[in-house]
């Protein structure tokens, strides 16, 4: 078992500093790099620290190459819904990263399985993923890996869990607009990547994130696995890092 490496923060502007550090490290030591993205509400203050230092002139995606975790099935790319929208609006519309050079998933995909197909293929020709950015669900899924019997290593179709609709609701208008099923990023491909950053933010975050490394490795728990990644960093908030700061103290008791 790896220790993932801890960052407990106190306040969003540290939270977005030290995922932007690693960003910035990772481009600088590879300009031609594949960033692994993600969407939803925690990466939010990430994306636009990240931005800011592109407009000071400390980062260049001329180079960097990006392929997102997930996206909803039945959404087309313009739909303010969609995972293609979220990532234009919240960083790529900002930065100087090229058209050609990020990979999507395309939720209105006549075929998913050819659809997966592709994307996996187009990682893999692309050299694979150098860091790869999460976040975890309250069930512990990572892009949209939800806890089931095994894990699923390849890019798949998967039914969204009913509590995962239910948390992402508040980005719609009401519930019964929440898609019932996405296109993921598998388990195995999102180990592949070199690099894994995973962030948590909020209280509702703080129980599953101390499952997920304190607590055995189980598909149930999809974000369980990275325990067995070489090269994991996690950054918490102080509500989120609640549970993981009392297993550090038992560790530092211990020893
Ligand atoms: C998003 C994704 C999801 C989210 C997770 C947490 O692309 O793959 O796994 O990272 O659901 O979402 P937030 O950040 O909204 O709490």
Redesign the pocket.
Known sequence: MNNPKMILVKHTAEFARQAADIFADTLRKKPDCLLGL??????LPLYRELIARYRRGELDFSRARTA???EYLGLAPNDVQS?SHFMNENLFDHINIKRENILLLNGMAKNAEAECRRYENTIHDWGGVDLQL????QNG????NEPADAFILQTHLIKLAED?RR?NAKLFKALHEVPTQALTLGCGTIFAARKILLLAAGQNKAEILARAFYGTVTPQVPASLLQLHPDVTIIADEQAGEEIRKHLLLEDRAM
Not at 38 to 43: E, F, I, K, L, R
Not at 134 to 137: A, H, K, N, W
Not at 141 to 144: A, R, S
């Open positions: 993600a969407t939803g509400t925690t990466p997102n975790l997930d995972y999460l976040g975890i669900g899924h990572i892009g949209f995962t948390a």
